[in-house]
């Protein structure tokens, strides 16, 4: 899993302009192979080989200049609690405002690694106006412009380094867990329905992350880890049900866990925010099982269960692969159905396909099926494997691979998913040269 870099700072200093500055290059790439429309406000970048997620917390706020300092505060608070390192957004040209203090004065009680970003200064003139933030205090100050990108490679040089170094992979091999979803899903209820006394529980190792926390289990038979972050397990004081809160809150989890059980409210349906937790494990590459939770509030005729899963497939296209289960926390209602699913789902993602297996079966459906000709070029696949990577992903070997395209991908990727069972889990294809 990645560290955690939040940019914080009041509206108009150019938070999002130096996010997108950051996350593009990366996520253009990721953009043309899922097809899927990325978060605006999460993603992943880089920098000297150090990966890291970044999120703009401004983003998540509802209004533009008329945002109240009072969110403002929350955001500040909750990405210190989150993030492992903040950016704190100023503008030079408006100068020290009463707003940049009382953000400052948050987060000098911050344990946190705070980086002052003092943007806009395009032009060296206005270099020497950026001093005039040191007045806030802080010991890592950097003038950037987000527009030209100049002063941007000097800020990441020291902020890579003030990262927590990348975790030692777990020896044991139980599957991870995060239950993750908007406040009041039912979550804690499900958990609490889940593990039931605490005599189930094993061991409480401490996480390898100062927040995640893993418990082990051992449940209907099944061993597994349920990741817990700080998030969920203090009953989160703030119970507003923002987009920004369960996001943010969702990171660290989701990128702690193999599997996310995504738990949606079924008297609200699936959100916008549902959706953004979604593609977050989706893009993580996480194995995702949703769950209905609050089924016995729904009064159900003959294709209730139905056409609700339906309409959920509908939100999460292209990746439908993904189960569905109606549950009750509260009546304890398909719990066992709950976590055998995530077990499967965990055993999808780890699945190795032996190479000969893979060939016998994707060659004959590729000759019947070739990539379409273009200008005249034919493609030939000669060869495919599945790569040794955590998660799955597959390698074809071909004499143009510049030449296949995105809707052969997808073919190729439906194949897989015919042949072989990936429910709930993302997969990857490439096509390479041979
Ligand atoms: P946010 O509300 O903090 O996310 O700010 P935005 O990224 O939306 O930027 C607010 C405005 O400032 C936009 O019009 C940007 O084009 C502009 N802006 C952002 N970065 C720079 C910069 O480095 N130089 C200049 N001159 N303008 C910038
Ligand atoms: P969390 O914020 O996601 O952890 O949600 P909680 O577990 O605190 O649940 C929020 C509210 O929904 C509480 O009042 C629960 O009693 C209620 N709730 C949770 N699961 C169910 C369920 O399956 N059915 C019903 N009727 N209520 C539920």
Redesign the pocket.
Known sequence: MSAIVAIVGRPNVGKSTFFNRLIKRREAIVDAVSGVTRDRHYGKTDWNGVEFSVIDTGGYLAGGDDTFQKEIDKQVNLAIDEADAIIFMVNVEDGLTGMDESVAALLRKSKKPVFVVVNKVDSNNRRDDAHEFYALGFEHLFSISSINGSGTGDLLDELVKSLPEKEQKEEENLPRFAVV????????????ALIGEDRYIVTDIAGTTRDAIDTRYNRFGFEFNLVDTAG?RR??KV?EDLEFYSVMRSIRAIEHSDVCIL?L?ATRGFESQDANIFWLAQRNRKGIVILV?????VEKENNTAKAYEAAIRKEIEPFTDVPIIF?????K?RIYKAIETAVEVYNNRTKRIPTRQLNEVMLPIIENYPPPAIKGKYVKIKFCTQLPTPMPQFAFFANLPQYVKDPYRRFIENKLRENFDFKGVPIDVYFRQK
Do not use: T
């Open positions: 979803g908007r406040p009041n899903a039912g979550k804690s209820s499900f958990i609490n969920i009953k989160s119970k738990m409210d939770n609050k089924w016995d509030l549950v009750s926390a509260l009546n209602q």
